[in-house]
């Protein structure tokens, strides 16, 4: 017997950035084909009675096996980070292709798609990481990259392998602005961080703890700063990642009250972790070294507010996967390192949503819709994926999540599908649980079990950015 319809989800409670309304889906060749009441019967059909409806989710921006310097290795290749995203109902993945000193672009992207095919198991696009900005990638590599689908790029303030100087930044941004890309910047002042960690150092305070005193939020604020005057100058939109608390949030909204188009993005960690995290003169604070780094009570509530209020656009997780007992993760060589050498990043794409979804809608700190733009919606709309991910609407991609909102959860690493041996989240307890995801139509996880394959995720090739 034909039916209409390949899949049928029956009695769905549907959320999305702006609208809620009950009805039954009907998906056909991977796409949403129908919203209605009682739709004819699908070859298959699930029943969502009880539970909530929500468009997957897109975590804009991960690092997934990025080739690494120094004897560092990520955990996470795209099997088993996608796994674990669409294990916390996410659908849509933008990690970065980052290109090295001296060498090309296009070169980066190459290597990022084999890394990348029969692997993933939901779809991903990506993001290029400028990393040497030589004439011949500012007027070719770059523009080509756009015009095929590479419509982002972040670029660093410090570290030395990847930072930018103040001029290369505006060439970059220029760029941009000619080809309608988005420039994602990491906003910290790399010479300040270089004395202060000198300091620290030379006074032998070297343990975990010292990572936050060498990058205090001084060095965050100044960053943003200049960020921001340089987007000012070139007349182009920028978008401040992973930023983490009060002194950056000021500056960003002092743009907005200018009329500058800049827009944020925060992560978990600034909301669930601070430095106490990075503990006392033990080495276990070494799971939570990131940088920026967690802040305090203070500076978590300033971004809660942030979120509340429309500071940030986006909400992602940086999940940067080093394993903590391991000699390519946080103990480099098999040692216990000095702060600075400690690889720098930790795990969350499949906490990043059950966390802002239980801290924010199950709190009443966000509603169900500033939820679902700042995880999907928004995300897909800024790195030009929209309408084919973002939400639930005749003609999208059926990446849909069906969430319980009353199942508690105590986060464990044992239950979490990544391949780091640790959570920064271990013991928290949250309510609301992405119970089934769907990628174009297909379960790929169900009840905290993985039940998706290897390759079936698709690469986007990104639209010019809506912002
Ligand atoms: N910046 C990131 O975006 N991710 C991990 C570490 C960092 O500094
Ligand atoms: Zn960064
Ligand atoms: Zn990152």
Known sequence: MSTAFDLVIRNADVATASDRFQC????????IEALGKQLPAGAEEI?????????????????????????????????SGTRSAACGGTTTVIPFAAQAKGG?????????????????????????????????????????LIRQGYTSFKIYMTYDDLKLNDREILEVLSV?????????????????????TDRLSQAGQTAPKYHALSRPMAVEREAT?????????????????????????????????????????????????????????????????????????ENQKAVWDGLTNGVFSIFSSDHAPFRY?????????????PFQYIPNGIPGLETRLPLLFSGGVMAGRLDVHQFVALTS??????????????????????DIVLWDTKCKVVINNALLHHEVDYTPYEGTTVQGWPVLTLSRGKVVSKDQSFVGTAGSGQFLPCGTPSI
Request: glycine share 10%.
């Open 24 to 31: 039954d889906i009907g998906i056909r060749d991977g796409k």
């Open 377 to 398: 919606t928004n995300p897909a709309k800024m790195y030009g994926l929209y309408p084919r991910k973002g939400s639930i609407m005749i003609g999208a991609d059926a």
């Open 225 to 297: 700063h200049r960020a921001i005057t340089f987007s000012e100058l070139v007349d182009v939109p920028i978008l401040i990642v992973h930023v983490s608390g009060r002194e950056a949030i000021e500056q960003i909204r002092w743009a907005h009250g200018r009329g500058l188009r800049i827009y944020a993005e925060t992560c978990p960690q600034y909301l669930f972790l601070t430095e106490h995290d990075l503990g006392g003169e033990g080495y276990h604070g070494a799971k939570c070294v990131c940088s920026p780094p967690p802040r305090d009570h």
């Open 104 to 144: 090309s672009l296009n070169a980066a992207v190459e290597d990022y798609h084999a890394r990348a095919a029969g692997k993933a198991v939901i779809d991903y696009a990506f993001h290029l990481i400028v990393a040497d900005p030589t004439p011949q990638v500012l007027q070719e590599e770059l523009p080509n």
């Open 325 to 337: 007992d391991d000699a390519q993760g946080k103990k480099l060589g098999g040692k216990e390192q």
């Open 47 to 79: 029943d969502a009675s009880g539970l909530l409806v929500l468009p997957g989710g897109v975590d804009a921006h991960c690092h997934l096996d990025q080739p690494m310097p120094d004897g560092m290795r990520m955990a996470d290749d795209f099997f």
């Open 176 to 196: 941009a602005r000619e080809h309608k890309a988005l420039v994602m910047i990491h906003a910290e002042n790399s010479d300040c961080i270089g004395w202060l």
